[in-house]
């Protein structure tokens, strides 16, 4: 089995971790890294591995805080990346959280729930 991936969150940068051992795929936080492709070059790597021995099941949280153009890029590309998982057979589905009120969060979340080709579910936390 692949060694889950966890990054630390910082001021600038989000709690990630991908534990495919314990089903437990996450991102939350803050995402304004200077250089956005550096930061998530070993997340883009990791899923390249994942995809080839996906779990039956995987549920991506996403509990984002705020979040820069350039990491919205790249969160795309995650998801794009994810899609390639139900080309296996296997299941993969984003979870969107959104702080009620926090339209900026919300409306990105629908944004990728229109253009994605996997079940993407919005919940708003109140």
Known sequence: ???KLELQETRDTPYLVFDPENNRFEISGNSLPEDSAKFFEPVFEWIENYIKYPNESTNLLCKMEYFNSSSAKMFYQIFIELEKINETGKQMKIT?????????IE????EYQSILEIPFEL????
């Open 1 to 3: 089995m692949i060694e």
């Open 96 to 104: 969107w959280y959104f702080e009620s009120g926090d339209k900026l």
């Open 107 to 110: 409306e990105k979340g629908l």
């Open 123 to 126: 919940v708003e936390l109140n």
